[in-house]
């Protein structure tokens, strides 16, 4: 399938070893923007960055305060939580622009900014709620950018985790894997997959496809988003494109429990 411009630029965003994320993420946007400049929003990055009042000393917890006091108190960035679920709170542009995002997009502002003072920091793949933290052996400290920098501790991401849980009346405790650190990949196949879960919520069938198909430009394997994308192309009329994907879905293993619903769309599909 021919791509869009934008899904173009994403795509040869991906080739580098080391993947920039935030110009991925803005080329992401950049579907729903199509004049969007990537370049701007880089050195606005860059700009924010050398605004930061770093410590003489350098130690994490005074960086970390230093980034804290510039995003939250100077330039005045919070979480949005009277509207989550606004589809710019997953365009990096728009928190930008907007001063507001969810955990992930705020994380990506805290890592680039990070990343230019020469700060390492990385994501963490904690259910529910992105964290980061720096990426120093044995540190023990994590930092949420959603609730305006707030640095955890273990103990503090069992309460945090709880909390997230208590709605469904589930109790989940904290695993080791909760803390993994996450690639550029998975980075942004999490931002996408947010992206894909609020076009769904909202009807949006159209784009929520253009989502799928990027998540299958970072992971072409996750068959999944293959099955997905046959069953979108299926409700947009795209009897072909699902047909294929929907049949290549079955023969990669023909006993999946969804079998029996794959197989009656193909045969609706046949039948008309």
Same mark, same amino acid.
């Not at 330039?75 to 930008?96: E, I, K, M």
């Not at 069938?205 to 996750?222: D, N, Q």
């Given at each position: 399938?021919? %791509?869009?411009?934008?899904?173009?630029?994403?795509?040869?965003?991906?080739?580098?070893?080391?993947?920039?994320?935030?110009?991925?993420?803005?080329?992401?946007?950049?579907?729903?923007?199509?004049?969007?400049?990537?370049?701007?929003?880089? $050195?606005?990055?860059?700009?924010?960055?050398?605004?930061?009042?770093?410590?003489?000393?350098?130690?994490?917890?005074?960086?970390?305060?230093?980034?804290?006091?510039?995003?939250?108190?100077?330039?005045?960035?919070?979480?949005?939580?009277?509207?989550?679920? +606004?589809? #710019?709170?997953?365009?990096?542009?728009?928190?930008?622009?907007?001063? $507001?995002?969810?955990?992930? $997009?705020?994380?990506? &502002?805290?890592?680039?900014?990070?990343? #230019?003072? +020469?700060?390492?920091?990385?994501?963490?793949?904690?259910?529910?709620?992105?964290? &980061?933290?720096?990426?120093?052996? *044995? &540190?023990?400290?994590?930092?949420?950018?959603?609730?305006?920098?707030?640095?955890?501790?273990?103990?503090?991401?069992?309460?945090?985790?709880?909390?997230?849980?208590?709605?469904?009346?589930?109790?989940?405790?904290?695993?080791?894997?909760?803390?993994?650190?996450?690639?550029?990949?998975?980075?942004?196949?999490?931002?996408? $997959?947010?992206?894909?879960? &609020?076009?769904?919520?909202?009807? *949006?069938?159209?784009?929520?496809?253009?989502?799928?198909?990027?998540? %299958?430009?970072?992971?072409?394997?996750?068959?999944?988003?293959? #099955? +997905?994308?046959?069953?979108?192309?299926?409700?947009?009329?795209?009897?072909?494109?699902?047909?294929? +994907?929907?049949?290549?879905?079955?023969?990669?293993?023909?006993?999946? *429990?969804?079998?029996?619903?794959?197989?009656?769309?193909?045969?609706?599909?046949?039948?008309?």
């Amino acid at each position: 399938m021919e %791509l869009s411009l934008a899904r173009l630029h994403f795509y040869q965003a991906l080739q580098p070893d080391v993947i920039n994320l935030a110009e991925a993420a803005l080329y992401i946007a950049q579907e729903e923007y199509p004049q969007l400049e990537v370049a701007s929003y880089l $050195t606005m990055l860059d700009q924010m960055a050398a605004q930061v009042q770093l410590p003489s000393d350098r130690y994490p917890l005074k960086i970390i305060q230093a980034i804290n006091r510039l995003l939250y108190e100077e330039l005045g960035f919070s979480g949005n939580s009277q509207d989550y679920y +606004d589809p #710019r709170n997953s365009f990096l542009n728009d928190v930008l622009n907007r001063r $507001t995002g969810i955990p992930i $997009t705020l994380s990506l &502002i805290y890592l680039e900014i990070a990343q #230019r003072l +020469d700060f390492p920091m990385i994501g963490v793949g904690f259910p529910g709620h992105f964290l &980061i933290r720096p990426d120093l052996e *044995e &540190i023990g400290i994590y930092v949420d950018c959603f609730e305006r920098g707030e640095i955890l501790f273990e103990q503090d991401c069992q309460a945090r985790l709880q909390q997230l849980y208590e709605l469904y009346g589930a109790e989940v405790k904290l695993e080791p894997r909760f803390f993994n650190p996450i690639n550029p990949r998975q980075f942004l196949v999490r931002m996408l $997959t947010n992206l894909k879960q &609020i076009y769904l919520n909202q009807g *949006e069938i159209g784009k929520c496809l253009a989502v799928v198909e990027r998540i %299958l430009l970072v992971t072409p394997e996750a068959l999944m988003e293959l #099955r +997905d994308r046959g069953v979108l192309f299926y409700h947009l009329g795209c009897w072909n494109e699902a047909r294929q +994907d929907l049949n290549r879905y079955l023969l990669s293993d023909p006993d999946r *429990e969804d079998q029996a619903m794959i197989q009656n769309l193909l045969k609706k599909m046949d039948d008309q």
